[in-house]
């Protein structure tokens, strides 16, 4: 269900610049108003979305440990996964954010049963950690490669990445001799580890269980973004000068759509333009979450510095002088100290 | 109450779903007898002051709620997402990548996807979105919203408590969500509806009143404790008094007080009691107190504010005692309180000194701001000085393993302290396979106020994963002895190895020290401290 809804709409999402630009010629929409204001939700989507989460405080200390506290010297702490101190967060948040090192952990349960009794297996399982990576930083490669589309003059790290990316070019793919442009490494990664994601949500019926069509619906989408720009590069070649041209006129703040852009850049662009505006009201907001999770953000130190919870507010509680008028009797029969004489209990009256 | 089904029937789980079936949004839940807790008692509520105290069942068609329960969730919830950043970012940003998702011991042990960690979350975020998220409201259910419904609510409470807040899911969450978060803020949801388990709101009034969950009052306090004395001098032949309520004391001790009154945290708590009379005249000067006999803290499964009004005894006991620190005994939950909350919820204590072992001079720095320490580290820093007699061939009957109990291990990171400790007492040590231990610890599946009878199978259940790994050394290495270091492990683990892993038996690690430890003038050990016959020393008197 979840998987045909979130298709037909991505079918919509490409269907919408088809129709809009090859048939209604609507340039203008498509190629800037669109993408400016796509542009716009995602900045101030996102800057709205972090004050949100910024603006609730975090009253109480929880990291996760995942290691040995601070304790005695002579106990080897582990300072990355137990931080005491803001340099170990920092290092933990790297992890985090560069390796996906919580993701790295990840095991499979195996569960059989050996003549009616149960055993339990924990199997390496780090294809998810791998597809994740790949697609992530696939992405960030393809993403600054596309500097080169508006930037001018062309930095020369993105010159240099492209050429790294595209090193297949030497001969080793098999496209090249038909007169087609090297192949990007990145271009193939990202399609087969978006593919892995899509499939694995659709092939393990745990996965199957819990995705809703917006876990599908932005899988999707970067496929067909993929897709579009593979198709662009591959077969529909359009003219790069004035894609440039588009692309960093509206960087420039003085747009112009350039004729002769075929169609499926407008595709191309549309998907990106409904991916980036989706992106601040969609769970695809954990690339900033990921910063601010109190359980990896934090030092595990709340047993030797203070920490304040601005809310915290006066609580009634039981005190001692309660307690003891009410045990006062029993107290002083078995012999224990008390505050006040047993002539005090006389006084106060007794709940039991 | 339920009766519990045979191992090899609770055994029988499926961990895949149907290929085709109705999404779980539209399928409520069915509460099954042996998986969740009876009601709370009205005269527990009303005794702490919680709202809508009611005589309720949740078998029962009708819940009794209060006419206006939605806006109360509703007001709630919102009210909670203001004030805990944890709660609404992990409302948000979870990407269902199921990396936590056969990761929580009750899935494992039910093979209900409900059980999930993801999924147990996303009953409240399907809420959450429909009511507070701009998505949600305009695109519903294909936004994964979903409408607060009575059949959501009692869904909410049945799998609410089925979460024994272990965070083993948070660990392999790329974000860092933990789901025992969640848990914890929807558990204070139920409560403002008088909606928990009579198993958390009696110790909670317990507590409150008499200063510990059983309800002990002082005098049955100091019985037991009296009690233990004997015992301890007709197996050393020392009599070994405590100290209560003493003022002017240098130090206080807390501990669980189910080790004052189950087996076998009874000798733990002989163990502690033998520990600081070998102290005592080397210089330690503790009491313990009746007012603040109760470490763990069952108001944490209730409300951040009843933890932080049943914490405030600890502080309020020490100031009135005039002690200068601390001393925390063996539990679970208590220390992940006490590490992560205690400070902030009634701190500072600055009527306390920075502690400082009287014996070997070591300072807590890392207990610097509350003050507290822990009793493992206590010990374990007068081994590594020497400063205990040990003869760790008193326990050469035992082969022991030593279970993390997820509090101390993912609240904490306490996990080499209690191992130095054992391996100085105990001749035999094995651990369980490493994706079981330390941070990957498996909860004992009773945790956070579930250790009751009538859940019995839930928590058989969700002990399976932790009774495999037990039964993995059991069978290897012929262990005999599951040691740990929280009280709620003590009471549960006992039916659960038996349930599983028959042959394995459940302990304290001052009970082994306590069993190790040599008396100056000591009469001839001939059993440990459960009576049972010492290795060797029956040969020896043979001969
Ligand atoms: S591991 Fe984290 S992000 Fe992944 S499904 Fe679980 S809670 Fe969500
Ligand atoms: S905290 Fe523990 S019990 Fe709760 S969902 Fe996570 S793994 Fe399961």
Redesign the pocket.
Known sequence: MSIIVSSLAVLVVVAIPWIGVGALDLRVLFGIVIPYAAMATFFVGIVVRVIDWGRSPVPFRIPTTAGQEWSFPWIKRNPVDNPKGLGGVIVRMLFEVLTFR??FRNTRLEYRRVDGVPKIDYEWEKWLWLAAILFHYSFLVIFIRHFRFFMEPVPGFVTLLQNLDGFMQMGAAPFNGFGLPGVYLTDMLLMAAVTWLLVRRILYSQMRY?SLPSDYFPLFLILSLGFSGMLMRYLFRVDVTKVKELAIGLFKFSPTVPEGIGVIFFIHLFILCVLIAYFPFSKLM?LAGVFLSPTRNLSNNSRFVRHVNPWSYPVPTHTYEEYEDEFREHMIEAGLPVEKGADATAGSEEKE | MATTPKPEETAKIDHRSPLFEKGWMDKPAEPKPGIFCYGSKPKNLEYVGMPFPKEWNPADEDWQLPENWKEIIEEGFKDRLDRFRSLKL?MD?????????DKCHFFIGSGDPKN???LR?ELLRSVYRKKFTTGGKLLGKFGGGRELTEDVLKEWWYYLYQCSECRR?SL??????D?AEVTILGRELTNLLGLNTDWIAAPVANCYRTGNHLGIQPHAYKDMLDFFTDEIEDITGIRMEQDMNRKGAEILFVTPSGDVFADPGTYTCMGYMMLFHYLKSLGLDITWSTYASEGGNFGYFTSHEMAKRLNAKMYAEAKRLGVKWILGGECGHMWRVLNQYMDTFNGPPDFLEEPVSPLTGTKFENAKATKMVHLVEFTADLIKHNKLKLDPSRNDNLVVTFHDSCNTARGMGFFEEPRYVIKSVCNHFYEMPSETIREQTFCCGSGSGLNAGEDMELRMRGGLPRANAVKYVHEKHGVNMLSCICAIDRAVFPDLLRYWVPGVEVTGVHEMVANALVFEGEQKRTTDLRGEPLPGMEDEEDV
């Open positions: 919580s993701l819990i954990h | 992990f940003i979870c990407v269902r990548c199921g990396a936590c998702a999930m960690p993801v979350a899911c392999f969450c790329p974000y860092g969500i789901t």
